[in-house]
């Protein structure tokens, strides 16, 4: 493990993105599930309204996205971006989206409540996101009329979701607890706490490269600050056990055999399938993690994870692709991306 992360408590190593979501809903308005298009349209047009038009300096760096006129690749790419949940995108119809300028913060429309508020911060930055998720809440809250128990709390279609209607979830990179084989009890151990372990767009979804959405379970009964406190605590357990995974099998010549190969494979492929791409991306930054590679940083690795998308691909290059286009592209974007980083050769093969 890189001495200069342990040093400076950095915990990026391992926590790769924050996201605190609330659930909202008209007291006026059933469920989304119960209203026609029309009444879904009449609710798109009135959260839209509390947002830009609301008394914050925050109003004006809304976008509104009328989701029926997205294309399926562009639609596709929210979700790879992580900006909206994969259900938002099976029936866009009704369907809006507000999104800040720098895309921290977006909002989904008749999702599977009315309002889903969603903030997401670089690393561990729980209170940060938490704190910025309220500031738009309560602009919301001064203009519309929620639906709330005193009893219950908020109501949400969801009973999951009914109390606080917060959920905290933080992107994880675990290779080397996946490689031990340990994922399956852990995430036993994690259902017994509150929290769950889900794949890289939440539920239902398997991970990818390694990464996994750790989040809290229970929202009736708990304030916002405890559940983020839990969820703090069990992510530490979560990093120690990783770190101490990671010392492990960085003495692995088969795992080092992996890591070397994915970097040689990165580097020089013409033609990347997704999968495996995320696969050698994964190895690679557990490369950098246990401090193989030192002048790679975890932003670029993290970004080209959402880059070599198929639909994110082709949006930014803005037309449809074959299979063997993407493959082709994506191959030159991950080695433009590696050959502006010079990398040593490890110091971990002399000893």
Known sequence: MSDKIKKQGDISDVVISTRIRFARNLRDYPFPCRLSDEKKCRVAAIVKEAALGGHSAISERFRYIQMSELTQEEAVSLVERHLVSPEFISDRQGRGLLILDDESVSIMINEEDHIRIQVIRPNLDLEGAYDLADKIDTLFDEQLNFAFSDKLGYLTQCPTN??????????????????????????????????????????????????????????????????????????????????????????????????????????????????????????????????????????????????????????????????????????????????????????????
């Open 162 to 351: 009914i109390g606080t209607g917060m959920r905290a979830s933080l992107m994880l990179h675990l290779p080397a607890l996946r490689e031990s084989g340990a994922m399956g009890k852990i995430t036993a151990s994690l259902a017994k706490l509150g929290l769950v372990i889900r794949g890289i767009y939440g539920e239902g979804t398997e991970p990818r490269g390694s990464v996994y959405q750790l989040s809290n379970q229970v929202t009736l009964g708990i304030s916002e600050k405890e559940a983020i406190g839990n969820l703090r605590d069990i992510a530490m357990q979560l990093i120690s056990q990783e770190r101490s995974a990671r010392e492990a099998m960085a003495k692995n010549i088969t795992v080092l055999d992996n890591i070397y190969r994915s970097f040689g494979i990165l580097q020089y492929a013409k033609l990347l399938s997704n999968d495996e791409c995320l696969k050698h991306l994964s190895y690679l930054r557990f490369g950098v993690e246990i401090g193989i590679f030192e002048n790679i940083d975890f932003d670029t690795i993290n970004h080209l994870m959402i880059q070599v998308q198929p639909a994110t691909l082709m949006k930014n290059i803005g037309k449809k692709l074959s299979p063997q286009e993407r493959d082709q592209i994506r191959a030159e974007l991950v080695r433009t991306a590696l050959s502006r980083k010079q990398v040593p050769a490890s110091r971990r093969l002399e000893n």
